[in-house]
């Protein structure tokens, strides 16, 4: 990862999908901006995202060399992870040059002109984020159960299938 301590304003795709179509319907086109207007930053993702699985993590050391590593687990939702394993760690090569330190977007023309409001706020995307890495992982779980190769592509959340099957 890069700069964690950047500011988001983190929509979801289905908010995009309901807005196009009133859009659509003026008379005249017209720019909308299409946002929560509300910042968390990356670091907070990162950390609210694991709670669903029962995992508190916890920032260690300093900017370029910062580790975000498992401070205690609840539950059984991740048997292949333990206290202490590093979750994210940032790495200056990731970091852009022209990064934007904080991107927040303003509704209020939505929802004065076209009555449009965000329904699906940062927690509700969390949530659905795990439950779907959730889902996937478990393929390859059951697959490898029940005595099938499993291959895993770069493009499976490997942290999730990882924390299922226990295996490092």
Known sequence: MSNIDTLRDWDHAKDYVRMQWPMLQQGQSEDFVIATG???TVREFITRRPKQLGISLKCKDAAENEKTAVVAIEGEKAPGLKVSDAIVQ???RYYRPAEVETLLGDPAKAKAKLDWVPEIMLDQIIVEIVANDL???????L???YGYT?????EMNLHI???LVGAQ
Not at 150 to 154: D, I
């Open 143 to 145: 697959l490898q159960k």
């Open 38 to 40: 509300d910042q968390s």
């Open 161 to 163: 299938f990882y924390f």
């Open 90 to 92: 940032i790495d200056p």
């Open 135 to 141: 889902d996937q992982a478990k393929q390859p779980v």
């Open 150 to 154: 499993v291959l895993v592509g770069k």
